[in-house]
T-cell receptor, first 110, second 114 residues
């Protein structure tokens, strides 16, 4: 069964304290791995797409990497405005069906 | 370029009633998919439409249905509402259905069933 697991469920960091979020997946025929950010009461906002093992993408303080079994979202020197829930999703099978993890809730303390 | 627009943003319904939610995709996007988000289950795929045809359907009962119009706008309907249907319903659009094509979400419709 296709599955996406994110860890940790929640993470509290001091401002400037770097860390990583993990997304592991077991799907057949991975077509893409996606990272989204979701603020309370809002829809997910697209961050990155990764297609193949070894690929990396960066945006400001965020860097996403992909291996054959997992992806990491590295957060360097986070700021309070980075506080949000970060969702990982994989696209597999036909069409645009995405399988989402339950997310990591990140809190950055000033 | 306007994003995905969902209406209404908030609604409260009584158990047993039905509800219709609306989604206008990003201009030029022809694929629309719907997701249910709850605190315990995360985002669960409901269904996907492309050019007015349902391409995929998730593991939800038949009370959940949808359709897409010729202008790519989409609606989803939930009949005979149950308390467990309370959730954030998210619509996402994409320009195509090819591999690795990004989907972009709207702000969602918050449904509370009492």
């Amino acid at each position: 069964e296709d599955q996406v697991t994110q860890s940790p469920e929640a993470l509290r960091l001091q401002e400037g304290e770097s860390s990583s979020l993990n997304c592991s997946y077991t799907v057949s025929g991975l077509r893409g791995l996606f990272w989204y950010r979701q603020d309370p009461g809002k829809g997910p906002e697209f961050l990155f797409t990764l297609y193949s093992a070894g690929e990396e993408k960066e945006k400001e303080r965020l860097k996403a990497t992909l291996t054959k079994k997992e992806s990491f979202l590295h957060i360097t020197a986070p700021k309070p405005e980075d506080s949000a829930t970060y969702l990982c999703a994989v696209q597999a099978g036909t069409g645009n069906q995405f399988y989402f993890g339950t997310g990591t809730s990140l809190t950055v303390i000033p | 370029k306007a994003g995905v627009t969902q209406t209404p943003r908030y609604l409260i319904k009584t158990r047993g009633q039905q509800v219709t939610l609306s989604c206008s995709p990003i201009s030029g996007h022809r694929s629309v998919s719907w997701y249910q988000q709850t605190p315990g289950q995360g985002l669960q795929f409901l269904f996907e439409y492309f050019s007015e045809t349902q391409r995929n359907k998730g593991n939800f009962p038949g009370r959940f249905s949808g359709r897409q119009f010729s202008n790519s706008r989409s609606e989803m309907n939930v009949s005979t509402l149950e308390l467990g249907d309370s959730a954030l319903y998210l619509c996402a659009s994409s320009s195509q259905v090819n591999s690795g094509n990004t989907i972009y979400f709207g702000e969602g419709s918050w449904l509370t069933v009492v």
